[in-house]
Structures are given as C-alpha cells and as structure tokens.
C-alpha cells in the first residue's frame, strides 16, 4: 500500500483504467521528438502542446543520439533529456517514455548505433551475445537517469514502453525480450508500468507481447477500431484499452 500522499501510477485491472494517486486516470497524449528541435524551442513546442489540451506527451530516445561512438555519451545541449522532462514537468505535462533500443521513428536504423555493425555477423533487435551486450551497457547509463524521473518518485514519466513494435520484426526472439524486461524492471523498478506496442495482427501481437508487460496495440485511421481493441483483449483481457 502506497503511504499516504506518495505519487503512484498503476493499472487497475478490475475496472480497466488507469490509477493515478489511487485514482481513476485518463490521459490524452501527444508524439514530440526532442531529438528533432533544437532544445532553444522546447519550452515553446511543449507549452502549445499543453495548451491543445494535452496531458501526457509521448517521448522516444534514439540511442544513436546520445552514443555516436561507442561508450562516449552525450546528454547535453540538443541531447539534454533530463532538461527536456524537467521543461516537460514544469509544463504540467507527464511522460510516456520509450527508450527502445529500437525506436523505429522514421529516424536512422530505427535509433540503433552504426558501430553495432563493426560486427558482422550480429543479429540485431535478438538475443545474440554482442548486440545484448551493448544494449545492456546502453541501459545501464540510460535508464538509472530516468529513474528519478519516474512519476513515483516525484517526476513526471508515467509508463515506459519496451522496444517498439517488436512482433514486425522477423526474429520474434522471446528471451530477447525476457532480456529487457529484466533490465527494466532492475533499473526502474518493478512497480513501474511497462508496455509494449504492436500492429493490429495476431503474428505482431504474439511476436512482441510477453508476460509482466502491459500489451497495447496500434493502428491507423482505416482500421475497425472495435476490431482492434478486440484484438488487444484476446492478448490483454483485462486493464485500459
């Protein structure tokens, strides 16, 4: 039991919502890509963002932002996490974080380092013994700086999204995803709510969900949305759709 006037953010799956200080939490959030605006226009671009009636903005971290050249990283000016969720916090606004490593994005190798391809025979996005090394170093410099972040600690990060429509890819790599789930939950917290995110297809769905991870689905604006949520249900039968 939280102690009275701790901060606390949980799935309540009996009445299928969200809990935000025990109680009843919708939000209504919005993409921005800090690693695309130059960091002079943050406060701008986050206060229009609450002024549209947003609560919640949704935060993706391209790793190949912040380590360029293995083991030199980078979090300052335009690359300033902490200074992006503190203007984020003081906006009013909370934050869904999804930190990858994969991101997808639009953005250059979907945020994964070029030098993870020095090795040539690496098997990205799986359990492959070189890529799982770096992004468990990668992790362990990023995650221990968004723990105080969390919105249980005081901050303003809500949910974190691991990896990032995973069942698209081909290798479906479960212990891959055991792996992170483990490495999350080390350096954020069990208490913290993890999801995942996948398309609007049984494969996506079975590929990229794994126990202990909120399961979440996607999908455009051509699509049944009754169907969609349908879907989710047979993978995620109860909690917020």
Known sequence: MQRFGAPSFSIDYKNNCFQKDGKPFQYVSGSIHYSRI???YWKDRLLKMY???LNAVQIYVPWNFHEEKRGVYNFTGDRDLENFL???NQTGLL???RPGPYICAEWEMGGLPAWLLQKPN???RSADTDYL????TWMAVLLPKMRRWLYTNGGNIITVQVENEYGSYYTCDYN???????LFQFFLGDKTVLFTTDGNTDREMTCGTLEGMYATIDFGTDVN???AFSRQRRFEPRGPL
Do not use: K
């Open 95 to 97: 934050v869904i974080l």
């Open 38 to 40: 130059p960091h002079y």
């Open 122 to 124: 690496i098997v990205l």
């Open 225 to 227: 949305i009754s169907q």
């Open 176 to 182: 891959y995803m055991r792996h992170l789930r483990t």
């Open 133 to 136: 090394e770096a992004v468990s």
């Open 86 to 88: 503190d203007l984020a």
């Open 51 to 53: 002024m549209a009636g």
